[in-house]
């Protein structure tokens, strides 16, 4: 990784992971950051150990509750290679937007960009495909700079994977037009300690997901006429939700620069 990718995050105040263990909360401070209750059951160290590996497969949902636990107790982390993530989808799982970088496309050499994320970051999470010798070197990358690499998909040498088994929503009955709660299945196993399979039932269901039941009908406003003070304040936080963005805006155009080099 050139120095230029490390100097281009530091332009943003994110420092290396060895040094955000002293620098970002009291909380970060331990060699486990935290994830949701259900979670923690699954992964032999009640939590994200720094420096370990852990795969996630079968729900985009199952990887965005992996980063929420750690992301609000004050972890930075970034997803690489992901378009379809959102802010507000990732905000309404409990991740800590302000903290959440996006880097939806790497470009055709992802390597170094990953590389300098693992340097400035807690978590990262990579879901474009890449040759397990790389996928080696990031492992041992993350291991050395104490952060967790979370692989979308299949990864050699995973300390943990996590498995979204089943993905349901709650029916929808007497002309219910919103889905309220989903639930996943989620089956743990990996190497040594994690070797022995584990089952868990995440629920998400704090907010309504509108959808549509009649193609074509008509369009549902964002903020009613007649919205109440509890969908005003939520329409609010959404709007608040802008600057995170822009900061997300701002991190990758800093790490398309690392990837061009001193001379861009």
């Keep these: ?29 331990g060699r486990v950051l935290p994830v949701r ?113 979370i692989a979308c998909g299949t990864w050699p040498s995973a300390d943990v994977a996590l498995t979204a088994e089943s993905v349901s929503w709650n029916a929808l009955r007497d002309g219910a037009e919103t889905l309220r709660r989903q639930q996943i299945t989620v089956r743990s196993g990996g190497r040594g300690s994690a070797g022995q399979a584990k089952h868990a039932l995440l629920t998400f269901g704090t907010e309504e997901i509108e959808l549509p039941l009649v193609a074509g009908g008509p369009a549902r406003s964002d903020e009613p006429a007649d919205a109440g003070p509890g969908r005003a304040d939520e329409l609010a936080a959404k709007r608040a939700d802008s600057a995170a963005i822009r900061r997300t805006e701002a991190v990758e155009r800093l790490v398309r620069l690392a990837q061009k080099g001193p001379s861009a």
């Design 1 to 29: 990784m050139s120095r230029s990718a490390t100097a281009s995050l530091a332009a943003l105040g994110v420092n290396p992971a060895s040094e955000l263990t002293s620098t970002t909360t009291d909380h970060a401070t």
């Design 37 to 149: 209750g259900e979670l923690a059951g699954l992964l032999p160290w009640g939590g994200l150990r720094r420096g370990s590996t852990v795969s996630v497969g079968g729900s985009t949902s199952l990887l965005l509750a992996l980063l929420a636990g750690a992301t609000a107790d004050g972890c930075w982390a970034a997803v690489v290679g992901l378009p379809q993530i959102g802010v507000l989808a990732a905000a309404e799982l409990g991740v800590a937007v302000q903290r959440l970088a996006l880097v939806p496309r790497p470009g055709s050499d992802p390597g170094p960009v990953i590389a300098a994320l693992l340097d400035g970051m807690d978590l990262v999470a990579v879901a474009c495909p890449l040759p397990p010798s790389l996928a080696r070197r990031l492992t041992a990358r993350a291991r050395q700079r104490r952060a967790v690499l």
